[in-house]
């Protein structure tokens, strides 16, 4: 079956490293999307991509970025960690402009010490 | 711009009682509008979502959501609850022109046996 993976599942790293989480999706959806999820805060959209090559900040995208060299993946990285990107991290996709709904993955946890 | 507001965190209800969880919308422009349910430890599924036509819409374990557009609100409704519903539910609203999506904060409904 078809689906959309996120690696790892639980990551923890020191302050100040660079980390990137990998989603990696087989519908060969052409939009994909990355959120943040904090208490109190809902889900926040990060980046967000409509295809090769295409990348677009969302409304917290500092400290965060995206590339797009292929359908199946969209990595998010971080490029400094800081404590405040502690995190549940989401990436989800959808076909495209005339479809609806997005398809979520299970979620990265990260913990940034 | 598009934005979801979600009026309660948190509903506590007993088991076989009804529910409602509330959701508001703001847009300039026409919109899709979505429910999505967050299990425990779980990614995010869609339970349903309204594009267009009857304003009454039904989507899976019995939920279902009615689309005001003079109120801007889409809540949700289920006339009887069951233990297993305990979860986080998100509102989530995207434009007819753009893919991505934006959710509330979330409200979690946690049932009382």
């Known amino acids: 079956d078809a689906e959309i993976t996120q690696s790892p599942r639980h990551k923890i790293t020191e302050t100040g490293r660079q980390v990137t989480l990998a989603c990696h999706q087989t519908?060969?959806?052409?939009?994909m999307f990355w959120y943040r999820q904090d208490l109190g805060h809902g889900l926040r959209l990060i980046h967000y991509?409509?295809?090769?090559?295409?990348?677009n900040k969302g409304e917290v995208s500092d400290g965060y970025s995206v590339s797009r060299s292929n359908t199946e993946d969209l990595p998010l990285t971080l490029e400094s960690a800081a404590s405040s990107q502690t995190s549940v991290y989401f990436c989800?996709?959808?076909?495209?402009?005339?479809?609806?709904?997005?398809?979520f993955g299970q979620g990265t946890r990260l913990t940034v010490v | 711009a598009q934005s979801v507001t979600q009026l309660d965190s948190q509903v506590p209800v007993f088991e076989e009682a009804p529910v409602e969880l509330r959701c508001n919308y703001s847009s300039s422009v026409s919109v899709y509008l979505f429910w999505y349910v967050q299990y425990p430890n779980q990614g995010l599924q869609l339970l349903l979502k309204?594009?267009?036509?009857?304003?009454l819409v039904k989507g899976i374990n019995g939920f279902e959501a009615e689309f005001n557009k003079s109120q801007t609100s889409f809540h949700l409704r289920k006339p009887s609850v069951h233990i297993s519903d305990t979860a986080e539910y998100f509102c989530?609203?995207?434009?007819?022109?753009?893919?991505?999506?934006?959710f509330g904060s979330g409200t979690r409904l946690s049932i009382r046996p």
């Open positions: 519908w060969n959806h052409n939009n």
């Open positions: 989800a996709s959808s076909p495209g402009p005339r479809d609806t709904e997005a398809f």
């Open positions: 989530a609203v995207r434009s007819l022109i753009a893919s991505k999506i934006i």
């Open positions: 309204y594009l267009s036509g009857s304003t």
């Open positions: 991509s409509y295809g090769v090559q295409d990348t």
